[in-house]
């Protein structure tokens, strides 16, 4: 396509590999909101494939729409935290949510390549709720293998999830949680992920203040709770 369009040799951009995957749809099933079975195995897998490591990639930009995001990533794939993690500025200063940010680091990498060509970029992308997983090995020279990518969904699938609870429970775990604030910076709602005995996960809420402003002076997660509904409360 390059060639028909009369593009010069020497700006010719070559994808090496891609993997993309899916984390469960519903956050609910999710065994976990500080690891990512999707974000693993594309990242790895595309590695694989091209048959290099990220330390090899001279260029990395990780899909950057919440430190979450970035720091998951770090994490599952193993870079050093310390390492630079974008070559745009990331999502907070080119492009916003669903403005296809993915589209800035895979055009700022081809640019960057053409200059470089022996180099490698490794690009991920995501979509959703952190659920829709992507990456990309590219670099200014052809790979000896062509294109290569791989169906990986199976494997994410075989990860555990959380069941969906049948029934309301009246006590629980708190998992995780964060409180929101108004506009005049005060807190407005907590929000919190219970998991009963059996592993499943409840969400609930609760706007007291004296609730919200216990959550924000400590790491209550691990702390027992009980749930009227879907309101929280601590327990004494």
């Given amino acids: 396509a390059a060639e028909a369009a009369g593009i010069p040799r020497d700006r010719w951009v070559f994808p090496w590999s891609g993997v993309g995957v899916g984390d ?11 690891e990512s079975p999707g974000m693993r195995t594309s990242g790895r897998r595309t590695l694989e494939l091209a048959g ?48 296809c940010y993915c589209l800035l ?13 022996d180099e490698l970029a490794f690009l991920t992308g995501n979509g959703g709720v952190f659920t829709k997983h992507s ?3 590219l670099s200014g020279d052809p790979s000896n293998e062509g294109f290569r990518t791989t169906d990986s969904q199976a ?12 029934s309301p429970v009246s006590a629980g775990t708190l998992e995780t949680y964060t409180v929101t604030f108004d506009r005049d910076m005060r807190p407005e709602r907590a929000l919190v992920a219970v998991l ?5 996960r409840h969400w609930a809420e609760s ?10 002076d400590t790491d209550a997660c691990s702390s027992a709770v009980t749930l009227d509904g879907a309101v929280v409360h ?3």
């Fill in 196 to 200: 009963d005995d059996a592993g499943c």
């Fill in 207 to 216: 706007h007291d203040a004296d609730t919200m402003q216990h959550l924000l």
């Fill in 24 to 34: 469960p749809w519903f956050a609910t099933n999710r065994w976990a909101f500080d």
């Fill in 52 to 99: 290099v490591d990220h330390d090899d990639c001279a260029l990395i930009d990780l899909y950057s729409c919440f430190p979450v995001a970035v720091q998951v990533a770090q994490r599952e794939l193993g870079i050093d935290p310390a390492r630079q993690f974008t070559i745009t500025g990331g999502l907070t200063f080119a492009a916003g949510p669903l403005n």
């Fill in 135 to 137: 990456a990309l090995v």
């Fill in 105 to 117: 680091p895979l055009t700022r990498a081809v640019a960057l390549l053409r200059d470089t060509p």
């Fill in 155 to 166: 494997e994410v699938d075989a990860f555990p999830t959380r069941p969906t609870p049948d």
């Fill in 234 to 236: 601590l327990a004494d």
